[in-house]
C-alpha cells in the first residue's frame, strides 16, 4: 500500500468560508479524508445539507460571509465545538459583475468587495486569537486568483479584491510570522467545474459561437492549455495546512498550468 505523503496533526481542526460546494467543498472533503475535523460555513441551506449529508463528520454554520454579525456566530459554533483552530481557508468569493469599470453600479462593487475582500478581513480577525491559543501554529490560506497577477478585463472589483488578498497574505505572514502562523494565497486560473461551464455557455450564447470555440479562448491563457481542477487546489490547500509546508508562508501560489496574461478579447 502507498504511504500518503500529507498527513495532519491528530486533532486537526480546519474553517472553510463558502465551503458547502465549489473548490471549498473539495479542499474540505480533502482534509476530512485526512482526518481532520472541518467545520464550514455557507450561505445556502440547501448546499448545507446536502454537504453534511454526504460529510456526516462535519459541521456548520449557515452564514453570510459578508456580514461580520454572522461570521461572529461561526467563531461562536466553532469554539464551542471544538475551542480549537489549526487552519483557516478564506475561500469565499464571487465573480461579481462582469462589465467595463464605468458601467459598475455602485451597490454591485461595494457588494463584491464585501465578499471577496471584507470578509476574509472578518474571518481572519476572529480566526487570528484562536491560532495563536494553539502551541503548533497554524496557517491561514487565502484564495485569490491568477486575476491577482495581471489586469482582468470587465473584472474591475473581482481582480482588486483578489490583487488586495495577496496583499494581505504578505502583510499576515508578517505579523503572524514570528507566532509560527503562515499565511499563503493560492491563485487558480479557470478552474473546471459549474462556474466556468455557465460562464462559456453565456458568452456563447452571447456572441453566437460554439461552446468549444470559447473554451479554446479561454484555455489558450494558459501555457498548458487547460482549466485546473478543484483537486489540484485541495492538494496545495492540504500540503501547506500539513508539515510538509512547514517553511513556507507570504506566498501567492499559482496554480494555472502558467498564465502570462489575461486575454483582452473576450
Ligand atoms: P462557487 O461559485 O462554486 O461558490 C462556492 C460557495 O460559495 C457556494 O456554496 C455558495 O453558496 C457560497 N457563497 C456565495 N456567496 C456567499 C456568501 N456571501 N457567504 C457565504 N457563502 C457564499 O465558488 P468557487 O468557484 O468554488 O470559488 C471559490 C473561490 O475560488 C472564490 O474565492 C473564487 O473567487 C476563487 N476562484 C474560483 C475560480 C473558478 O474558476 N471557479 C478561479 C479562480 C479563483
Not at 84 to 97: E, F, Q, R, S, T
Not at 151 to 172: E, V
Amino acid at each position: 500500500m502507498t504511504k500518503p505523503i500529507i498527513t495532519l496533526d491528530d486533532n486537526f481542526v480546519a474553517l472553510i468560508s463558502a465551503g458547502a460546494s465549489g473548490i471549498g467543498k473539495v479542499i474540505a472533503e480533502s482534509l476530512i479524508a485526512l482526518g481532520a475535523k472541518v467545520h464550514i460555513c455557507d450561505v445556502s441551506e440547501t448546499a448545507i445539507a446536502e454537504f453534511i449529508r454526504l460529510n456526516p463528520t462535519a459541521s456548520a454554520t449557515l452564514c453570510d460571509v459578508s456580514n461580520f454579525e454572522q461570521v461572529e456566530q461561526v467563531f461562536r459554533d466553532l469554539k464551542s465545538k471544538y475551542n480549537k483552530l489549526d487552519l483557516l481557508v478564506n475561500n469565499a468569493g464571487i465573480a461579481g459583475p462582469t462589465d467595463k469599470v464605468e458601467n459598475i453600479d455602485p451597490q454591485e462593487w461595494c457588494n463584491t468587495i464585501n465578499i471577496d475582500l471584507n470578509a476574509h478581513f472578518y474571518f481572519a480577525k476572529l480566526a487570528i486569537p484562536l491560532l495563536r491559543t494553539n502551541n503548533k501554529g497554524g496557517s491561514i490560506i487565502n484564495i485569490s486568483s491568477n486575476a491577482a497577477f495581471f489586469g482582468f478585463p470587465l473584472r474591475s472589483p473581482y481582480t482588486a479584491s483578489k490583487w488586495a488578498l495577496i496583499g494581505l497574505t504578505k502583510t499576515w505572514a508578517m505579523e503572524l510570522g514570528p507566532d509560527n502562523i503562515r499565511v499563503n494565497a493560492l491563485c487558480p486560473g479557470s478552474v473546471n467545474g459549474d462556474r466556468i461551464n455557465g460562464v462559456i455557455e453565456r458568452d456563447a450564447k452571447e456572441r453566437g459561437v460554439s461552446t468549444e470555440e470559447i473554451t479554446n479562448i479561454y484555455k489558450i491563457q494558459s501555457s498548458m492549455r487547460l482549466f485546473v481542477d478543484p483537486e489540484d487546489i485541495a492538494n496545495m490547500a492540504c500540503f501547506l495546512a500539513s508539515p510538509l509546508g512547514a517553511s513556507i508562508s507570504g506566498q501567492a501560489i499559482g496554480l494555472d498550468g502558467h498564465t502570462e496574461s489575461l486575454s483582452n478579447n473576450l
